[in-house]
């Protein structure tokens, strides 16, 4: 079965650290892009990172300096790390693909691990 | 950054009703719009991809159209398992954005 299992989520202090993971199972994360999507409570869906296949990433300006998005291809696994936490990054936070090549929009996600920013 | 404006933000419809939801983009976007279906504490769903195409396994009475920086989901016969909110989103630019999000209750 292809999916997107997220882990990592928690309540973290304003200022701090986090790293998110994806593992995907049935596919490759090294497919044509990876990305992260987040959604605040009560709020539309904020495009946040994406990976391209040959290593290429971008950001949103909202978190442009402070998050990283990786991949390990061995461990078959997409990672967000998340740095300088501010309450307005509080959301729930979703790994999504395409499952398979081509394909411009995200038909794979998981299931969402939610981050809450204490100030 | 693309703007991405849909409306209306709600509405209020019955089973059976036909559905058309706008989307309009600040500048030209091609066909580089994807169209979701998201329920309340689940994550969204692919409907429509480049702005036409019905995602495997969508009910055929879902519908995308337009390109450039107008488009429409239409929903021909609106069924009980269809009252979510759903999201554009383009693809062309970066940052790539997403609709401020359009519910559909029951009337």
């Known amino acids: 079965e292809v999916q997107l299992v997220e882990s990592g989520g928690g309540l973290i202090q304003s200022g701090g650290s986090l790293r998110l993971s994806c593992a995907a199972s049935?596919?490759?994360?090294?497919?044509?892009?990876m990305t992260w999507v987040r959604q605040a409570p009560g709020k539309g869906l904020e495009w946040v990172s994406v990976?391209?296949?040959?290593?290429?990433?971008f950001n949103a300006d909202s978190v442009k300096g402070r998050f990283t998005i990786s991949r390990d291809n061995s461990r078959n696994t997409l990672y967000l790390q998340m740095s300088s936490l501010r309450a307005e990054d509080t959301a729930m936070y979703y790994c999504?693909?395409?499952?398979?090549?081509?394909?411009?929009?995200?038909?794979?996600w998981g299931q969402g691990t939610m981050v809450i920013v204490s100030s | 950054d693309i703007q991405m404006t849909q409306s209306p933000p709600a509405l209020s419809a019955s089973v059976g009703d036909r559905v058309t939801i706008t989307c309009r983009a600040s500048?030209?976007?091609?066909?580089?719009l994807a169209w979701y279906q998201q329920k309340p504490g689940r994550a969204p769903k692919l409907l429509i991809y480049?702005?036409?195409n019905l995602q495997s396994g969508v009910p055929s009475r879902f519908s995308g159209s337009g390109s450039g920086t107008e488009f429409t989901l239409t929903i021909s016969s609106l069924q009980p398992d269809d009252f979510a909110t759903f999201y554009c989103?383009?693809?062309?630019?970066?940052?790539?954005?997403f609709g401020q999000g359009t519910k559909v209750e029951i009337k």
């Open positions: 999504a693909s395409p499952s398979r090549d081509g394909l411009w929009a995200f038909d794979l």
């Open positions: 049935g596919f490759s994360v090294s497919t044509d892009y």
């Open positions: 990976i391209y296949r040959g290593g290429s990433t």
């Open positions: 500048q030209s976007i091609r066909t580089s």
């Open positions: 480049m702005a036409s």
């Open positions: 989103q383009q693809c062309e630019i970066f940052p790539w954005t």
